[in-house]
């Protein structure tokens, strides 16, 4: 479904493992599908997502262990059960908090259900299911080979970092492959069923929500970690040694909020390389992410300007430097393969005029957090009255503190200030936040659903530079009831957000 970027609408944020539902973590079953159905009720057009590969350390899904593979944890049972693949599952003894996901209890139990699921299918599939399995393999086959035998050599080894491996392995000798590929065949089918299982829904969850007038946003990062199937598959487009280690990482400078800077350890492109092969890597990630999603957003856009890069020795990021990027050649050589690129561009944090030149020669709409335009005065960027028409406008992201928690812990000019601008207080600032949103010039407005729901601290996504405690939150429709949607409905039509069926001025 195409997406017009200067067309006026407005979304919601929400990740899909915060979706409700009995499985422990949020997924593409029936609660993804009634969520759909609330925001085409609620006058919404957009659904966006935070990056639907594999979670990494943390259970960040900004560090996978692919760029190109689905979360397995976001395959939904119910259409496993209901094929006769897997037995209807029970949940372990106390079942799962609804409200937060506990990684712990939750990951191991659902791979017991996939790998379930995943046996019924090699035993009992239909002929029209496995060749409907088997054209699909051999579609992906550019990335799901590597992947799958990368996934299943980890799992075998008891999740070995792919450099600890037998040398002849992790340097990709073909014997060492073919002889992995043999003795690793059943983990291997594993994991191509379950991104077979992946794709599946998520094609199936898009294809209902377009219908419906609503369009995916997907999140795709720009780094990917040392410890993935990209980095084992094409070590030679990375910044490695003789060994397979990073000679520099990624990271960004010190700066007010830290006087050590981030030192975030992924490994730097080699982009003299990518760019000799034309970018072909960063074309086939891109039409894979277009495959799930109608737009995505790009993270740490300002690293295509000019990236901090980390000597790898540097415990943390005072050593680095700026090295210049691949610029505007890289979307170019993207773009003559696919055609005009569906891109918003996060030109957040430590932006340089280089930054906002390369996203205005691309076309590309940037992004305005209004929890910061309070800190200053009238000329702040992050104003809605500064706002250009060319942007995608938020109250807050996944990093940022919910609106509700932002304002119980805003200094007194930030709140001085918010009151007097939008005008709010303590009952309504979540909605006086949401029509600023709405009623600005901004192109397209994306709300998180914790702030629609005018929910505090406790429900906030993420801390940026903590571990433990992140990515855990879920909603239960219980939290939501029938007025938020009702009033987000009239401020998308009272604003002209709002195309679709549902949305409907006041009487």
Same mark, same amino acid.
């Given at each position: 479904?195409?997406?017009?970027?200067?067309?006026?609408?407005?979304?919601?944020?929400?990740?899909?493992?915060?979706?409700?539902?009995?499985?422990?973590?949020?997924?593409?079953?029936?609660?993804?599908?009634?969520?759909?159905?609330?925001?085409?009720?609620?006058?919404?057009?957009?659904?966006?997502?935070?990056?639907?590969?594999?979670?990494?350390?943390?259970?960040?899904?900004?560090?996978?262990?692919?760029?190109?593979? =689905?979360? @397995? $944890?976001?395959?939904?049972?119910?259409? /496993?059960? #209901? &094929?006769?693949?897997? +037995?209807?599952? %029970? *949940?372990? !003894?106390?079942?799962?908090?609804?409200?937060?996901?506990?990684?712990?209890?939750?990951?191991?139990?659902?791979?017991?259900?996939?790998?379930?699921?995943?046996?019924?299918?090699?035993?009992?599939?239909?002929?029209?299911?496995?060749?409907?399995?088997?054209?699909?393999?051999?579609?992906?086959?550019?990335?799901?080979?590597?992947?799958?035998?990368?996934?299943?050599?980890?799992?075998?080894?008891? =999740?070995? @970092? $792919?450099?600890?491996?037998?040398?002849? /392995?992790? #340097? &990709?000798?073909?014997? +060492?492959?073919? %002889? *992995?590929? !043999?003795?690793?065949?059943?983990?291997?089918?594993?994991?191509?069923?379950?991104?077979?299982?992946?794709?599946?829904?998520?094609?199936?969850?898009?294809?209902?929500?377009?219908?419906?007038?609503?369009?995916?946003?997907?999140?795709?990062?720009?780094?990917?970690?040392?410890?993935?199937?990209?980095?084992?598959?094409?070590?030679?487009?990375?910044?490695?040694?003789?060994?397979?280690?990073?000679?520099?990482?990624?990271?960004?400078?010190?700066?007010?909020?830290?006087?050590?800077?981030?030192?975030?350890?992924?490994?730097?492109?080699?982009?003299?390389?990518?760019?000799?092969?034309?970018?072909?890597?960063?074309?086939?990630?891109?039409?894979?992410?277009?495959?799930?999603?109608?737009?995505?957003?790009?993270?740490?856009?300002?690293?295509?300007?000019?990236?901090?890069?980390?000597?790898?020795?540097?415990?943390?990021?005072?050593?680095?430097?700026?090295?210049?990027?691949?610029?505007?050649?890289?979307?170019?050589?993207?773009?003559?393969?696919?055609?005009?690129?569906?891109?918003?561009?996060?030109?957040?944090?430590?932006?340089?005029?280089?930054?906002?030149?390369?996203?205005?020669?691309?076309?590309?709409?940037?992004?305005?957090?209004?929890?910061?335009?309070?800190?200053?005065?009238?000329?702040?960027?992050?104003?809605?009255?500064?706002?250009?028409?060319?942007?995608?406008?938020?109250?807050?992201?996944?990093?940022?503190?919910?609106?509700?928690?932002?304002?119980?812990?805003?200094?007194?000019?930030?709140?001085?200030?918010?009151?007097?601008?939008?005008?709010?207080?303590?009952?309504?600032?979540?909605?006086?936040?949401?029509?600023?949103?709405?009623?600005?010039?901004?192109?397209?407005?994306?709300?998180?659903?914790?702030?629609?729901?005018?929910?505090?601290?406790?429900?906030?996504?993420?801390?940026?530079?903590?571990?433990?405690?992140?990515?855990?939150?879920?909603?239960?429709?219980?939290?939501?009831?029938?007025?938020?949607?009702?009033?987000?409905?009239?401020?998308?039509?009272?604003?002209?957000?709002?195309?679709?069926?549902?949305?409907?001025?006041?009487?």
């Amino acid at each position: 479904m195409t997406i017009d970027l200067h067309q006026r609408q407005s979304g919601v944020l929400l990740h899909i493992t915060s979706l409700p539902g009995p499985n422990g973590v949020g997924d593409f079953g029936p609660e993804a599908y009634r969520f759909v159905d609330w925001l085409q009720s609620a006058g919404q057009s957009i659904w966006q997502w935070l990056p639907s590969t594999p979670i990494g350390p943390g259970e960040s899904p900004y560090q996978g262990v692919s760029a190109f593979a =689905g979360s @397995p $944890w976001m395959v939904a049972l119910e259409p /496993l059960v #209901a &094929r006769g693949w897997l +037995a209807q599952p %029970a *949940a372990p !003894e106390g079942g799962f908090d609804d409200r937060r996901v506990d990684y712990g209890r939750v990951l191991p139990w659902r791979e017991q259900q996939l790998r379930a699921a995943a046996a019924g299918f090699f035993a009992r599939a239909s002929a029209e299911d496995r060749a409907a399995y088997e054209g699909w393999c051999a579609s992906q086959r550019d990335w799901l080979d590597d992947y799958a035998l990368f996934m299943a050599t980890r799992s075998s080894r008891g =999740g070995q @970092p $792919w450099w600890e491996w037998p040398r002849d /392995l992790a #340097a &990709r000798e073909p014997h +060492a492959l073919a %002889a *992995a590929r !043999e003795q690793y065949a059943e983990e291997v089918g594993f994991w191509q069923f379950v991104q077979w299982c992946f794709d599946t829904q998520v094609g199936a969850l898009k294809a209902y929500a377009n219908e419906r007038g609503v369009h995916i946003m997907g999140d795709l990062p720009i780094f990917v970690a040392h410890d993935s199937a990209d980095c084992w598959a094409r070590p030679d487009l990375y910044e490695l040694d003789e060994h397979f280690q990073p000679t520099v990482v990624a990271g960004v400078p010190p700066d007010a909020m830290s006087v050590t800077g981030q030192r975030w350890g992924n490994p730097m492109y080699r982009w003299d390389r990518m760019a000799h092969e034309h970018f072909a890597w960063w074309t086939a990630r891109v039409k894979r992410m277009l495959s799930s999603a109608d737009v995505f957003r790009i993270d740490h856009f300002r690293g295509f300007a000019a990236y901090y890069e980390i000597p790898a020795d540097s415990p943390d990021a005072t050593r680095g430097v700026w090295k210049t990027g691949p610029g505007k050649a890289l979307f170019d050589a993207i773009a003559r393969s696919l055609g005009e690129l569906p891109i918003v561009a996060e030109d957040l944090g430590f932006i340089t005029p280089d930054v906002h030149e390369l996203r205005d020669a691309l076309n590309y709409p940037g992004m305005k957090i209004l929890q910061f335009g309070f800190g200053g005065d009238g000329g702040h960027e992050f104003l809605p009255h500064n706002w250009p028409r060319a942007a995608v406008c938020y109250t807050g992201t996944h990093d940022n503190d919910t609106v509700r928690g932002w304002w119980n812990q805003a200094s007194a000019h930030e709140r001085a200030y918010a009151a007097a601008y939008l005008p709010a207080g303590d009952h309504d600032i979540h909605w006086a936040m949401i029509r600023a949103c709405a009623n600005s010039v901004a192109n397209v407005a994306v709300y998180p659903l914790q702030d629609v729901l005018g929910l505090d601290s406790a429900h906030r996504m993420n801390i940026p530079g903590t571990l433990g405690g992140n990515w855990e939150w879920r909603f239960t429709w219980d939290m939501v009831g029938a007025e938020p949607g009702r009033l987000l409905a009239q401020i998308s039509a009272t604003s002209g957000r709002s195309p679709i069926a549902g949305a409907r001025l006041p009487e």
